[in-house]
């Protein structure tokens, strides 16, 4: 089956810096890569995903980029806010839109 | 819409008990799964269902069972619970896949069970 690695599990970084988080996985076949945030106590919640017709997607201050030959992915934030905090997770597809996950990175952004 | 809908929110339980937890979902999605989230692990399948009658498991399926009797409904069933089984449990709904791919998993809003 598909194995996520995510990297790294804790960062920490000042406002206005940007976040770097990275993923890579395993399966050659997987075409789908969604980043989820969780703030404490809530759900996850889908903030971009990129399919594998695609190198880089971008939405305002986040992007993802993917590097297919290399087997990953990576989440992009610019200009972080202390509202980015939370935790955000990386994933691939496993059977019928199903995910396996990463195991989180905890994204503290100080003011 | 009331997206997907979870409960009990929070419940304690003791070993060797039993209980079910509810999800139901509004969006007339045909794919539902429930996940479990320890500290430091992530989220893990434990089952999932493509439409009603039609179950299969995940990555840590043992100790739960699920049905789909219903597009709406998805139960989780703990038939005998151990403190291995304390986690946040998600329930998760997604419309059926586009030809390009897996589609967006919605998430419940989680309970959070204990199992003493």
């Known amino acids: 089956g598909e194995n996520v690695e995510q990297h790294p599990s804790t960062l920490s970084v000042q406002e206005g810096d940007s976040a770097v988080i990275k993923c890579t996985y395993s399966?050659?076949?997987?075409?789908?890569f969604p980043w989820y945030k969780q703030e404490l106590g809530k759900r996850p919640q889908l903030i971009i995903d990129i399919r594998s017709n695609v190198g880089e997607k971008k939405d305002q201050r986040i992007a993802v980029t993917l590097n297919k030959t290399a087997k990953h992915f990576s989440l992009h934030i610019t200009e972080t806010q202390p509202e980015d905090s939370a935790v955000y997770f990386c994933a691939a597809p496993r059977e019928y839109s199903t995910l396996t996950f990463g195991k989180g990175t905890m994204l503290l952004v100080s003011p | 819409n009331a997206g997907v809908t979870q409960t009990p929110k929070f419940q304690v339980l003791k070993t060797g008990q039993s209980m079910t937890l509810q999800c139901a979902q509004d969006?007339?999605?045909?794919?539902m799964s429930w996940y479990r989230q320890d500290p430091g692990m992530g989220l893990r399948l434990i089952h999932y269902s493509v439409g009603a009658g039609i179950t299969d498991q995940g990555e840590v399926p043992n100790g739960y069972n699920v049905s789909r009797s219903t597009t709406e409904d998805f139960p989780l069933r703990l038939l005998s619970a151990a403190p291995s089984q304390t986690s946040v449990y998600f329930c998760a709904s997604s419309p059926t896949r586009l030809a390009g791919g897996p589609n967006e998993q919605f998430f419940g809003p989680g309970t959070r069970l204990t199992v003493l």
């Open positions: 399966d050659s076949a997987s075409n789908y």
């Open positions: 969006m007339n999605h045909e794919y």
